[in-house]
């Protein structure tokens, strides 16, 4: 034990002399403060010194107060607030070389030599020349007498590691920035709203948003809400768009819908370069069409509010990544940034990452529009061919000779509506006919079965819950039934979107293909799930939506504390077994403890959580945020950790209990679930489509191969359909989860950052890794 003691001790003072200082610049961004809050506690948890640096690189300049030394305490509470709660401010001075001499000898003078950088690629370019030109800044001070040779040898070295905080998602080399996911929040909420108003009066809106030389925040919004119409400086449109516009607008009117968005990025252009105002977009519609058009520019408001569930766990690992960085960085570790690949951290060379940002400005500046689409990475590129499949094409002139249906099974979940939609239109536009079936494979059994066309699915995008009905009965307690239905209505695919139910119920109906001829047909499940346990994939639809439901309680409940004294909450989420909801919204949230069923705990480690609470409530913070997952332990219920907190912090805390419920269920779709929903339906159908015309003879569909039936999912950074057969292997059929889960991962940096005593060793740092051209862009992102 004390053998194990002393090692703890040696990895937790890895970073013991060392110091670090922390400082945001350009254009603020929300998660910011969870970054800044990461960076701080994990650089004071491996023993180092922790400075806020205020006012970006203007306060690194100035000096003085602007640049204190941060303790634990100095971040509380700050994860859930937008901007930047150390401030930001361009600098001149600090382009200079003059600037930053004064820069160096303020550094120097609190024996900083470990830098991390929170901002857009002209920050991290910034930081870059700084570190080039360190050696050269000092030996100039010790010139002009500012410091000793002795003070120059010592801080010889600058490592400088890079944070992209930019809501434009506009930087090469990562899946997405900081600031991103909650800018698509605020894009959404606008367009919901304006949605609402533009139906009562037949309204057609022109919504200019942020982007002067990046538009994914444009095509991301638009495939998230349907817009009619798309403008990106990435993609112009053709010459004539003036017509063609007008009459796509003039042909959704004709079908039925009351209202027209068109979405606009600011740094919109047409073909010659000559810049696309909204306002012109605007006259263009009155003139042409007569309709009753408003433009809305959002501007600002896209970087103001409370960070999404999203950037604060992505700041949380970059910032205890970049603490890592500068950890083992050494003379000959290049500037790195911290970035996202799928679900992991992974550093790259900073200068390199510029280089290929500015190589897709290059291309668009040189009007080789298709070459800076796929410069800007495969997600981005993916986005756009979806968008212009579902926005731009139309239902088939010709029938083909398949038709499908889709059900939705188990209980609702945000999302399922947008994949709904999606496949519905992809269908049509195949010429399949397309079923919908109401309350999944109960109403698969009764007959409640209908054909589905283009209008009816309209509107269905940002729809929470499921408007189709869902029910969770397996297909065993009705399969002659179902088998009966199939051949009634020559049901020749099967598109189920739903939780573990969904799962389960298409392996049923594959292993009872034996008996059932009719159920040699093609199959495929879409997870959704705001218990995220659906193997075959990283991500359910749904689990996003109900992270960030449960986040905004937490932080109400957290609110609530702090206007009271020494208080713990105690809070239930759902999630059945699985404790990936409790887990994510623990980090989002800042919680003290997060228990969940797949990492066992004691009485012991229950013991623990209490004394480190009471220890918590002798400092400045003095609330406590407890999650438990529904069914994390038999015994240690709610109520059992209710009794055992308040009994044990009697005199020192009170406790309260709160079971979140299914408000987790609720609510409109969060902008990932629906873009995610989207694209997952376009493809689940697409594939639905290709192995229909593989297993088709003699004017039949006959499937009974392993692959006929599958789970799609998002696995690491790539769509996988995984067979139903494979996955059954890897099942946890009692507790309804996939033995393997890569979240569990992120319990570490939950337990570090709420300074619980873990052994560093257990932390898995991110690869340094060379990267080109190509893998910087064309293998960037879903």
């Known amino acids: 034990m004390a053998a194990a003691a002393a090692e703890l001790e040696r990895l937790r003072m890895a970073g013991a002399g060392m110091a670090i200082a922390v400082l945001t610049s350009g254009g603020d961004a929300q998660g910011m403060n969870a970054a800044v809050r990461a960076v701080t506690r994990m650089g004071i948890y491996v023993g180092a010194k922790v400075f806020l640096i205020y006012e970006g690189y203007e306060g690194l300049v100035e000096g003085g107060d602007n640049i204190k030394q941060a303790n634990w305490l100095s971040v509380s509470n700050i994860i859930q607030l937008g901007g930047t709660v150390i401030g930001s401010a361009r600098c001149k001075a600090f382009t200079t070389r003059a600037g930053r001499l004064r820069a160096a000898r303020n550094l120097v003078e609190h024996g900083i030599t470990n830098l991390c950088v929170i901002g857009g690629d002209g920050s991290l370019t910034g930081a870059d020349i700084f570190r080039s030109e360190w050696g050269g800044l000092l030996e100039e001070l010790v010139r002009d007498g500012q410091i000793s040779e002795e003070v120059a040898r010592e801080n010889c070295r600058l490592n400088i590691v890079g944070l992209v905080g930019s809501i434009d998602n506009d930087f090469c080399g990562t899946d997405m920035t900081i600031g991103t996911d909650s800018a698509l929040h605020r894009i959404m909420e606008v367009i919901d709203a304006i949605t609402t108003t533009a139906q009562s009066h037949q309204r057609t809106f022109v919504l200019e ?148 940002t500015k190589d897709v400005q290059k291309a668009m500046d040189e009007k080789r529009f298709e070459e800076a689409i796929q410069l800007r990475g495969r997600s981005f590129e993916n986005n756009w061919n979806i968008y212009k499949l579902l926005a731009h094409q139309k239902p088939a002139q010709e029938k083909s000779p ?235 219920t709610t109520e059992f950790l209710y009794n055992l907190y308040s009994s044990e912090g009697k005199g020192i805390f009170d406790c309260r209990i709160n079971v979140l419920g299914h408000l987790q269920q609720g609510g409109a779709p969060t902008p990932f679930d629906r873009n995610y929903g989207t694209k997952l339906g376009v493809k689940a159908v697409l594939w639905m489509s290709e192995k229909l015309q593989e297993v088709y003879r003699k004017g039949r569909v006959f499937a009974n191969s392993g692959d006929s039936a599958c789970v799609i999912g998002l696995r690491k950074k790539v769509v996988a359909f995984s067979p139903v057969t494979e996955l059954k292997k890897v099942t946890d059929f009692e507790h309804r989860l996939p033995q393997e889960q890569w979240w569990l991962n992120l319990r570490l940096m939950l337990k570090m950052l709420a300074n619980y005593q873990i052994s560093l060793t257990e932390y898995i740092s991110g690869k340094m890794e060379h990267v080109t051209r190509r893998t910087l862009s064309i293998e960037k992102g879903f």
């Open 402 to 636: 398949f038709s499908f249906a889709i059900l939705n099974v188990g209980a609702p979940a945000a999302g399922m509506n947008a994949a709904v939609r999606s496949a519905v239109r992809i269908g049509i536009c195949q010429g399949h006919t397309v079923y919908v079936v109401s309350d999944g494979f109960e109403g698969l059994s009764k007959g409640q079965i209908r054909e589905v066309g283009w209008h009816d699915v309209a509107g269905w995008l940002g729809r929470g819950g499921s408007m189709l009905g869902t029910k969770r009965t397996l297909p065993k307690t009705c399969m002659e039934k179902i088998v009966e239905n199939v051949r009634k209505f020559n049901i020749q695919g099967l598109l189920v979107i739903g939780g573990f139910e969904a799962y389960e119920g298409v392996l049923q109906l594959v292993e009872a293909r034996g008996q059932y001829e009719e159920l040699c047909i093609i199959m495929c499940v879409i997870p959704a799930t705001i218990s995220n346990n659906v193997p075959g994939t990283d991500f359910s639809l749904g689990s996003d939506t109900a992270v960030n439901a449960a986040m905004e309680s937490c932080d109400r409940i957290k609110q609530s504390a702090s206007g009271t004294k020494r208080r713990v909450f105690i809070v239930e989420t759902m999630g059945g077994y699985c404790g990936y909801l409790s887990t994510v919204t623990g980090i989002a949230v800042g919680a003290d403890a997060a228990y969940v069923y797949e990492d066992p705990f004691t009485i012991h480690d229950l013991k623990a959580n209490v004394e480190h609470l009471t220890d918590k409530m002798k400092t400045d913070i003095q609330r406590g945020l407890v999650l438990r997952n529904e069914k994390c332990h038999e015994h240690y």
């Open 209 to 356: 948003v942020m982007g002067r030389h990046c538009g994914y925040l444009a095509l991301v919004s638009g495939l998230a809400s349907g817009a009619d119409w798309l403008f990106i400086p990435e993609s112009p449109p053709e010459d004539g768009w003036e017509d063609l516009m007008c009459e796509r607008l003039g042909e959704t009117r004709s079908r039925g819908s009351r209202l027209n968005i068109i979405i606009i990025a600011e740094g919109a252009i047409d073909r010659s370069g000559k810049p696309i105002s909204s306002n012109y977009v605007k006259d263009l519609v009155v003139q042409r069409l007569g309709f009753d058009t408003r433009v809305t520019v959002l501007g600002h408001v896209q970087r103001g509010g409370t960070p999404s569930a999203f950037d604060r766990v992505l700041s949380s690992k970059m910032g205890m990544e970049a603490v890592m960085a500068l950890l083992e960085a050494t003379p000959d570790t290049p500037a790195c940034v911290v970035s996202l690949s799928g679900n992991q951290s992974v550093r790259l060379p900073l200068m390199e990452c510029v280089q290929v």
